[in-house]
């Protein structure tokens, strides 16, 4: 017995690599040994590999037996020895997947995907920007950078999460930043002082931009005043945190329902929404694409940041613009599936 405590607990030191080839080297010396000690019995060496496998994982089908004393020996040793090997390939199988998801939960695994949204900086903001962009892609997956050492949405396979520093080379690479098609910085509300808060966010995109020059970087900025350094640092848009709060409280209280109409501007969750469609070769003017998404059921409001789209009409549409309509997602998917 303490023989076999011994070399059990050998073989759980020994890497998967190791195992694997003892594992296989068993199994080919067993099918070997089967078929020499009773070549009447399989017919072939591939029927005695048949059989080995089938004993070790005790599933017994009964198709192939030995009869002879030396057989039933070979079979017993099988059964001991076999059995226990197949045993310790299942525990380090399970040991593998377990060590994956402590790593998984601990933020140390590396992204491979591509395609993806990286949001830096945990906080109910970030909770619910994921919401959204799940909301309006399902498919999507997001990366979730912050210095914690807890994966705060483990339930949630398509949220991928790396600890550590958001501004080091090594976390962004982790989270694939030159792979991604957008980045999100929200500010880390842990920081008291708000000129510390812009100071950090301002190195995160720093970074990004440096590794990652052609990743869309959208920044969460505490105080106007610091802007200008957020240009200069090449951040394609940024959000005032307080500046969109006050806006819509002023017009719930100046225009009773409007918030309403914004809220819902803002959501993918509910009712009409706010969409990005591609520019049709047949549309010469704004009035073209104008009638032609109406006539669809979505109305045209914006090329960019112009919405007085309904004040030129007639002007010639550049084949670079990027046109917004207010639809719903039934009538985005038309119109997406028109272009395509």
Known sequence: MHLFIRLSTKLMHLSKTTIGIIISGFVLFSASAAYSIEPETFGNWFNAFYWVLTTMATVGYGDYFMESAEGKIFTIFLYIFGIGLLSLVIGKVVDSFAEIQRKRGAGLLNFQGKNHVVIVNWSRKAKSAIEEILCYDPRAHIVLIDDSV????????????????PA?????????????????VFADERIEESALVDGKSLLVVSSIERLA???HTTVEITQEQHVPNFRHAHVNEF????????????????QEGSSDVISQLLSRGNGSDLYEVAVDSSWKTYRDAFDALLMQGATLIADRDDLAINRKLDAPLPAEAKL?????????RKIAGKRS
């Open 213 to 215: 020059p052609d990743v």
């Open 324 to 332: 917004y309509v207010v639809a719903d997602a039934e009538t985005h």
């Open 239 to 254: 959000i005032l945190s307080h500046d969109a709060i006050s806006r819509l409280a002023v017009r719930a209280a100046l």
């Open 150 to 165: 807890r994966h705060p949405l483990e339930h949630m396979e398509q949220v991928h999460f790396v600890s550590g520093d």
């Open 168 to 184: 080091a080379d090594d976390v962004l690479n982790k989270a694939s930043i030159a792979n991604c098609r957008a980045a999100i």
